[in-house]
């Protein structure tokens, strides 16, 4: 299982298109502390933090999305958070829908956060991420979106 994971996690970032100058796909691996950590499972506190303190942004948000499929929601906005704010574009653009969205597709483990939402998808949309700018012309159509203003400073 801890195996399937870490190949997933490598066959998603080989597959992101990160190619050298040759075009040859560059192989991406988890760090080999993370690595450890995951297969034996077992791992302390201590041992985690250590492992995710060398994982790339990348690699975050990749996790952020392990942690989507298996239901840990807390873990997924934690990993995602962490990618966006070290310049992710796809992490800052799942954040902000999964903010937006919150309790209509995670439940209550996941609260609606308007103002942190916006936040994420102006991020998005200031690199150039279409998905950015699609998701703010969407918020300011909603009914209840944030009047101009409120959500600023």
Not at 33 to 43: E, F, Q
Not at 75 to 102: H, N, Y
Request: net charge positive; with cysteine; glycine share 8%.
């Amino acid at each position: 299982m801890i195996s399937q994971v870490i190949h997933r996690l490598t066959r998603r970032l080989e597959m992101k298109g990160n190619r050298d100058q040759e075009g040859a796909v560059r192989r991406r691996r988890l760090p080999a502390a993370l690595a450890v950590v995951l297969a034996l499972g077992t791992a302390s506190a201590a041992d985690a933090r250590e492992a995710l303190a060398t994982a790339t942004p990348e690699q975050r948000y990749q996790l952020g999305l392990e942690a989507q499929t298996a239901g840990e929601y807390e873990q997924m906005l934690a990993e995602w958070r962490a990618a966006a704010a070290a310049g992710v574009v796809e992490a800052q653009e799942m954040l902000a829908m999964a903010l937006l969205v919150g309790p209509t597709l995670y439940g209550e483990a996941v609260a609606r956060e308007l103002c942190e939402s916006l936040r994420w998808m102006r991020a998005a949309a200031a690199t150039g991420s279409r998905v950015g700018t699609w998701q703010l012309l969407f918020v300011s159509r909603l009914r209840q979106a944030p009047a101009a203003g409120r959500c600023d400073g």
